[in-house]
């Protein structure tokens, strides 16, 4: 743990302690609620660190301002500040992670789409019939998977693995948050740097076709390029009874679903055993204004479950 984290780890568990909670919404939904009046300003704890807003001295303890500055997390401005991080409630949990708007490149993303990621993951966990030993959380983000998981199936190795440091740091301080031993923040491009194989992979990877090309939420050119990177990297280190959850999204073109079509081809000869469901048939509408989904009819959310038998 680096010299910044423990001061973050202690101002998520003061935060905690408080009694804070606050539900991510998705970042169109954060937008309106900030810009209705009264709004502008933060004028408490959750105005601080959930909403985002700016604020100035005494609206926060002295306390938690002294642990901001520690974990360089406290924007100055004259007399405007902001926190560059926001706190999650989910599962009995907080999770640290970038503050709105999630504009830099290297932005750890937090909102509706991790809780149900997270909750498909804890069905997997929990439907299975042997216990998980090893598990990978692929393009962890803030952990919530691999923390989830890891609560659930005590003593088994969890890689949290992602390519940014700053979502490594924040699965690392979020793992801390929630107690748990088991989880192992690690650098690797998919999975090229973790060895093994493993019981449960599970990944909420970017899907979107984004024309700025933020890491945390571009997919490719066709937005789900990524998505089957993952699933072919998978298939290829499932253990025997091992099963991949994949949470994606995917936008639906004259009444047809490349990405399901894709999948299909990719998984077909692996011998995994798979199924595929819509979660929410219509998402992200703001998008299909723009280029990147005027061919589109919809975006929906997906999640892919594959698992290889026992021979």
């Known amino acids: 743990m680096t010299i910044t984290d423990a001061p973050l780890v202690r101002l998520g568990r003061m935060l905690g302690a408080d009694g804070y909670r606050f539900t991510t919404t998705t970042p169109a939904t ?28 005494g609206v926060l303890p002295e306390a938690m301002v002294t642990l901001m500055d520690a974990a360089g997390v406290l924007a ?30 290297d932005s750890v993303f937090f909102g509706p789409d991790t809780y149900r990621m997270v909750h498909a993951a804890i069905a997997a966990a929990e439907a299975r019939d042997r216990p998980v030993r090893r598990a990978v959380d692929v393009g962890c983000g803030t952990g919530a998977g691999a923390i ?27 793992a801390a948050l929630a107690g748990v031993t088991g989880v192992r923040p690690c650098h690797s491009d998919l999975l090229a740097g973790v060895d093994g194989d493993f019981d449960l992979i599970i990944s909420n990877p970017p899907f979107m076709i984004d ?15 990524l998505p089957l ?25 004259d009444g047809r679903d490349p990405f ?9 000869g692996t011998g995994l055993t798979w199924s595929y469901r819509e979660v929410d048939p219509d998402v992200y509408g703001e998008e299909l204004d723009g280029p990147a989904y005027a061919h589109a009819d919809r975006i929906a959310l997906v999640v892919l479950t594959a698992v290889r038998d026992g021979s």
């Open 76 to 105: 100055r401005d004259g007399a405007v500040w902001r926190s560059t991080v926001r706190f999650s409630s989910f599962d009995d949990e907080l999770f640290v992670h970038s503050a709105h708007p999630t504009i830099d490149p």
């Open 30 to 57: 954060h937008e309106r609620v900030n810009r209705r009046p009264g709004n502008k300003q933060a004028r408490d704890v959750r105005d601080v660190f959930g909403w985002s807003r700016p604020f100035g001295p």
């Open 260 to 268: 399901l079509d894709a999948v299909a081809d990719h998984l077909a």
């Open 211 to 225: 024309p700025v090309g933020r890491a945390y939420r571009d997919g490719g050119p066709h937005g789900h390029d």
């Open 229 to 253: 990177a993952i699933v072919d990297a998978a298939a290829g280190r499932l253990a025997a009874h091992g099963t991949l959850v994949l949470f994606s999204g995917t936008g639906i073109v």
């Open 148 to 174: 989830a998981v890891a609560k659930r199936a005590p003593g088994a190795a969890v890689a949290a693995v992602d390519i940014n440091p700053a979502a490594l740091r924040f699965a690392a301080v979020n």
